[in-house]
């Protein structure tokens, strides 16, 4: 079911998923259904990679909230498929939480800073913060990877990660990843641009509790992805 509904969204917003054009060549970007070539034409035509810096974060922002814009006039119209998208567990529960510091507490390097930073997110009880946060339809891997940009518009691809969630979760990738998952490099400022144009084109901006929520989001997956599960 989950497999067939992806395609419906993707196909419902060209204006940020690439759509498939029978091909009679082989060349990049190319697939075979039946006797047929299909591929993603407008890969070949784009610019690849964009420069990380605060300009990328601010266009990164900005549509981040049209494309959210986009999922939520989805699934207006399709309010049944919210729940086959909306995934079980959490990685922000307070047991995730919880395991993720008896990881580091475990582990044969002292880590004092990084777990007394841990144990104010735990104080701070992201996990309920989180769950009561509202949720909407969001891609869930936007990291750098994932966008082809042409000029200043970027199509998006692995759309088998799309799911309802906390769109705080949607901040996540841009702000980790850069294509290199092995040394992670956060741009100073980067976060207060991105909450700030995804306002500007959100037609629901990040509410005062989401806006407080989001660093202490990103320091916890900081340490989840890169301190201790590499």
């Known amino acids: 079911e989950r497999a067939e509904l992806l395609p419906q969204i993707t196909q419902d917003i060209p204006t940020y998923f690439p759509l498939n054009f029978r091909r009679k060549d082989n060349g990049d970007f190319t697939f075979e259904i039946g006797d047929e070539l299909f591929g993603l034409e407008e890969f070949i035509r784009a610019f690849y ?19 959210h814009n986009h999922f939520s006039n989805f699934l207006e119209r399709n309010k049944w498929i919210e729940k086959a998208l909306t995934p079980t567990g959490s990685r922000t529960s307070e047991s995730n939480l919880i395991s993720v510091y008896l990881d580091l507490a475990a582990s044969k390097t002292h880590h004092p800073f990084l777990l007394s930073e841990l144990e104010r997110i735990i104080e701070k ?10 949720i ?86 900081l340490l989840r992805n890169f301190v201790i599960r590499k």
């Not at 992201?126 to 509202?134: A, E, H, R, S, Y």
């Not at 991105?194 to 306002?199: I, R």
């Open 49 to 67: 990679p964009k420069p990380r810096n605060l300009r990328y974060f601010f266009l990164l922002g900005s549509h981040l909230g049209l494309l």
């Open 136 to 221: 909407t339809l969001i891609h869930g891997d936007l990291n750098h990877s994932n966008l082809i940009w042409q000029e200043n518009n970027p199509k998006i691809v692995d759309s088998e990660t799309i799911k309802n969630s906390s769109r705080l979760n949607e901040f996540e990738s841009p702000l980790l990843f850069g294509g290199k998952m092995a040394k992670p490099r956060y741009i100073k400022g980067s976060l207060e641009v991105m909450a700030y144009s995804y306002n500007q084109s959100s037609k629901v901006p990040l509410s005062k509790e989401e806006i407080k929520v989001l660093s202490s989001l990103l320091k916890y997956a």
């Open 125 to 134: 009880d992201l996990g309920t913060q989180m769950k009561d946060l509202p």
